[in-house]
């Protein structure tokens, strides 16, 4: 089982909240609803969404304040967000992109050119999440068939593993703490010794590198792990 892009729509009116989560899942995504700005600025400290969709129209906070803290910090800045605004907001369209907002789509929108733009913002952001395939020289994970090959060999990893190295893949130079690969793949409400983490990443070296004499994986004393260095 691949890990899904996660979206966060931050929507205070249900019915348009509950067609984007539908469609959205629909296509492919993991979505967290939220319905005001308090709560979307607390869910983007607990975990990273790869987009964000936010209303302009919000109680207490406003949407155009949340797009300032997002964008104005450096924690959350390179986060993408598309902002759903209503044609009469046209100031607040204009505040918004200088705010730092990626894109706008106004209401009432087509669904099918909001699944486009939020497709064509993930890929300017971040290609290799939407790709179908992650590679890295010889090695090969096809996210919706779930396999892993080297070269014409077929790997067999267990679903904590194919995720592991999917999240590893998708920025191959990243370094990430365990704290960070625990969220990604087990999320933050379910309690897992860091630990944990550790023996995952030793089968999947053993299975990945067995064999091939390569060295993929590398632990970055006091940080955590990347799948290649940056030499
Ligand atoms: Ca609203």
């Known amino acids: 089982m691949a890990i899904k892009p996660l979206v966060y729509v931050v929507e205070d009116e249900e019915a348009i909240s509950f067609l984007l989560s539908y469609n959205l899942e629909k296509a492919g995504f993991q979505v967290v609803t939220l319905q005001n700005g308090e709560e979307a600025l607390l869910h983007i400290a607990e975990k990273t969404p790869d987009i964000i969709l936010l209303d302009w129209m919000l109680p207490k906070l406003s949407g155009i304040e949340l797009c300032r803290r997002i964008k104005g910090?450096?924690?959350?800045?390179?986060?993408?967000?598309?902002?759903?605004?209503?044609?009469?907001e046209e100031?607040?369209?204009i505040?918004?992109?200088n705010l730092g907002a990626d894109d706008y789509i106004v209401k009432p929108f087509s669904i099918n050119e909001l699944l486009a733009r939020v497709k064509a913002l993930l890929r300017r952001a971040n290609p290799p999440l939407l790709a179908e395939q992650l590679s890295y020289e010889k090695l090969v994970l096809h996210k919706h068939e779930n396999w892993v090959k080297h070269g014409d060999i077929q790997l067999h990893l267990g679903p904590i593993e194919f995720?592991?190295?999917?999240?590893?893949?998708?920025?191959?130079?990243?370094?990430y703490s365990r704290e960070q690969i625990l969220n990604a793949?087990?999320?933050?409400?379910?309690?897992?010794?860091?630990?944990t983490i550790d023996v995952h990443i030793g089968r999947l070296r053993k299975i990945i590198n067995k064999d091939f004499k390569t060295h993929y994986i590398r632990t970055v004393r006091g940080r955590g792990y990347s799948f290649v260095g940056d030499e």
């Open 91 to 93: 100031q607040d369209k």
């Open 95 to 97: 505040l918004g992109l």
């Open 185 to 195: 793949i087990w999320g933050h409400d379910v309690f897992i010794d860091e630990r």
């Open 163 to 175: 995720k592991l190295l999917q999240f590893l893949l998708t920025k191959p130079k990243n370094v």
């Open 73 to 88: 910090s450096d924690k959350t800045k390179s986060i993408p967000l598309i902002m759903l605004t209503a044609r009469s």
